[in-house]
């Protein structure tokens, strides 16, 4: 079951996004519960907050918000992450959530949705999610991201 976010899901969410970070490509960047929460209910109040739940209990998270474009008055969505637990990544919880951002951002008259997929956690994770997302929900390559850690 997907649903939104509520308050005392927080917990569960920081739990699941605190994993996800020391899995992937992040894990050498510090972890600020405060920050990560502040994220949290901004998306709540103002974005895109919902969980994945199995068993009663929250497994998934979906974060993502909308801003302007910084030349334009017309307006982005990017999310923020998806962290799930281990043993429900291969369940249709993500996607059913990512429906549901696709959805919302429209209904927010987005010009675009952006997605992205952090490398790190399965080496073929960023590439397969790629062709899914072209193949499956009509979304095209947007360019590369290039970073430099000081």
């Not at 699941?16 to 992040?26: N, R, S, T, V």
């Not at 193949?135 to 360019?143: E, I, S, V």
Request: aromatic share 14%; proline share 2%.
């Amino acid at each position: 079951m997907i649903r939104p976010m509520q308050v005392e899901d927080i917990d569960a969410v920081l739990s699941l996004a605190k994993q996800m970070q020391q899995e992937g490509a992040y894990k050498d960047i510090s972890f600020d519960d405060q920050v990560f929460i502040g994220t949290v209910a901004d998306c709540m109040k103002n974005g895109f907050a919902w969980v994945g739940e199995a068993d009663g209990k929250v497994v998934s998270g979906f974060l993502a918000n909308i801003t302007p474009y910084i030349f334009s008055r017309e307006k982005i969505a990017c999310d923020y992450g998806v962290f799930t637990n281990k043993e429900y990544r291969k369940t249709r919880l993500a996607f059913r959530m990512l429906q549901e951002y696709i959805k919302w951002a429209k209904e927010q008259n987005a010009k675009e949705i952006m997605i992205g997929a952090s490398e790190g956690f399965e080496q073929t994770y960023a590439e397969r999610l790629g062709k899914f997302l072209q193949k499956r929900l009509g979304f095209k390559p947007a360019g590369h991201w290039y970073k430099l850690r000081n």
